[in-house]
């Protein structure tokens, strides 16, 4: 059963940074595509970035030169360092693992960004 557990979200202050992270169990971490989404009930779901298993990365235009994801695979988890978070980044994060055509998510962590 895939479980992936994201943490490290909460308040900061514009201008913070902030690091997420997302541990998965239940698959073979090393061969999946990871990525990390955002949302908030009132705002479309958008996508954020993605690393494959081969470690390539992309980004959305939004947050290029922003955040950065990254892997590690002997610790089964995904990170997202956000740095120079704006009000706008205030978000629930998710992270989803994909392999072919099957997409599972996580519960999400709640970004807030505010003075």
């Known amino acids: 059963q895939v479980q992936l557990v994201e943490s490290g979200g909460g308040l900061v202050q514009p201008g913070g940074s902030l690091r997420l992270s997302c541990a998965a169990s239940g698959i073979i971490f090393s061969s999946y595509t990871m990525a990390w989404y955002r949302q908030t009930p009132v705002k479309q779901r958008e996508w954020v970035a993605t690393?494959?298993?081969?470690?390539?990365?992309t980004y959305a235009d939004s947050v290029k030169g922003q955040f950065t994801i990254s892997r590690d695979n002997a610790k089964n988890t995904v990170y997202l360092q956000m740095n120079g978070l704006k009000p706008e980044d205030t978000d629930v994060y998710y992270c989803t693992a994909q392999e072919g055509l099957i997409t599972d998510w996580g519960q999400g962590t709640q970004v807030t960004v505010s003075s």
């Open positions: 690393i494959t298993s081969g470690d390539f990365t």
